[in-house]
């Protein structure tokens, strides 16, 4: 199980490298690192198993933030009510990903961006589309197309940022870390 101390951390200079395209078949192991990542991300968002294993939750991981240069991530997104008794989840996977439209709306998350590779809180925004239609390869190597909208949007974003050596800290003005927020409307 992937704990979350093997998660690079924002000092590390891989995350600003851009990761390279993947090739089909896919390999096993990066079949495996697949398997591991939603495991993570599914168990760090169920309470109980993320304090037994001491899980900082998380709902997207790219392979680079595990070392791993390669043009893919993983999205676990909670589907169900806040007051469901069991919680269900829309799995993701995002190979060679590509953002081929977007709104022309922007959002950004009112509480801050986090990300498991920034164990720090971090003051302003990061301005974000709304809507979202990705592009991209599923573990077979069909191609695939996915909309997202608010939250899951911001999350593919998020997680395409990480291919390209970005980190969300990276779109927040030091001088201003709140700029352009009244053009903008939070989530």
């Known amino acids: 199980m992937l704990k979350t101390k093997e998660i690079l951390d924002e000092k590390n200079k ?12 896919l390999t096993k192991k990066d079949k495996e690192l697949i398997d591991t990542m939603i495991e993570y991300l599914h168990d760090s968002q169920i309470e109980e198993l993320s304090e037994k294993y001491d899980l900082r939750p998380g709902m997207g991981l790219s392979a680079i933030q595990l070392g791993v240069p390669k043009r ?52 302003g925004i990061v301005p974000r589309y709304a809507r979202v239609t990705f592009e991209a390869y599923d573990m077979e190597g069909r191609q695939i197309h996915v909309r997202a909208r608010e ?36 989530i």
């Not at 891989?14 to 078949?25: G, N, Q, R």
């Not at 993983?74 to 008794?85: D, G, I, L, M, Q």
């Not at 590509?98 to 990300?115: A, H, K, L, P």
């Open 14 to 25: 891989i995350l600003h490298t851009v990761s390279k395209e993947v090739t089909f078949p």
């Open 72 to 123: 893919f991530f993983v999205v676990v997104y909670e589907v169900s009510e806040p007051e469901a008794e069991t919680k269900e989840f829309e799995t993701y996977v995002l190979i060679n990903p590509r953002m081929i439209s977007n709104s022309v709306e922007q959002i950004y998350v009112t509480d801050g961006e986090g990300c498991l590779s920034v164990n720090r809180p971090v003051e």
């Open 151 to 186: 939250d899951l949007a911001i999350c593919f974003q998020h997680e395409l940022d990480h291919l390209n050596g970005i980190l969300f800290t990276d779109h927040i003005d030091p001088k201003d870390p709140y700029k352009g927020r009244d053009q903008m409307r939070g």
